[in-house]
């Protein structure tokens, strides 16, 4: 079966400006999340989508918002890019979320310059 | 406050013998234990979990072990394949957070031939 898919993979965007990514979790996952990693932070959770609502959020600023469609298609958006948003955003579906496996995507390469 | 440390960012061995990846954590509040291991321009994959009612679990070469009064789990790789060399991450999460990890900052393993 196809597994998780982000788009786009790579991105180049000026501070202040805002960014969507998307995320297509594997077919009967319900649970989307996202991560953020960097080599200074490592991965840091955003949030997860859960049935499109927010089930748990992580440590990050307002300007990160997601959302989760019917088809559990999440999207992630920024606003307001500042240069240190710069990183690999990951989203990961699961089936139920409970400590459950995750499966990642490959990830898209954020550049804010 | 990094909640999940792994303090070797590298670790090199040779083929065939043991890889021994360490992680520590903080918050006792943790109940399951993760390792993802994740190669350049891939998401991380899942490779194996522990719940805190266990002190050992194996799968083939790939075998974690859970000190909890210590809070730490190590992951031994044996024998290790030069196919290992990647980042690995420990990860944690408590089982009500949903799908919420709490990632280490990666150990780059490399298995030299």
């Known amino acids: 079966k196809a597994g998780v898919t982000q788009t786009p993979r790579y991105l180049i965007k000026t501070r202040g400006q805002q960014v969507t990514l998307s995320c297509s979790p594997i077919?009967?996952?319900?649970?989307v999340s996202w991560y953020q990693q960097t080599p200074g932070q490592g991965l840091q959770f955003l949030f997860e989508?859960?049935?499109?609502?927010?089930?748990n959020k992580g440590n990050f600023p307002g300007r990160f918002s997601g959302r989760q469609f019917s088809n559990s298609r999440s999207e992630m958006n920024v606003s307001t890019l500042e240069l240190g948003d710069s990183a690999l955003y990951l989203c990961?579906?699961?089936?139920?979320?409970?400590?459950?496996?995750?499966?990642f995507g490959p990830g898209t390469r954020l550049t804010v310059l | 406050d990094q909640q999940v440390k792994q303090n070797s960012p590298s670790l090199s061995v040779q083929e065939g013998r043991i890889s021994i990846l360490n992680c520590d954590y903080t918050?006792?509040?943790?109940?399951?234990f993760l390792w993802y291991k994740k190669y350049p321009a891939e998401g991380p994959t899942f490779l194996i979990s522990?719940?805190?009612?266990?002190d050992k679990n194996e799968d083939g070469r790939f075998t974690v072990f859970l000190n909890k009064s210590a809070k730490h789990l190590s992951l031994h790789i044996v024998p290790s394949q030069p196919g290992d060399s990647a980042v690995y991450f420990c990860?944690?999460?408590?089982?009500?957070?949903?799908?919420?990890?709490?990632f280490g900052e990666g150990t780059q393993l490399t298995v030299n031939p």
């Open positions: 990961a579906s699961s089936l139920y979320g409970l400590y459950n496996e995750q499966f």
């Open positions: 077919s009967g996952h319900r649970s």
């Open positions: 989508y859960f049935s499109e609502t927010q089930r």
């Open positions: 918050n006792s509040m943790f109940d399951y």
């Open positions: 522990i719940s805190s009612i266990k």
């Open positions: 990860a944690a999460s408590v089982y009500t957070s949903g799908s919420r990890l709490t």
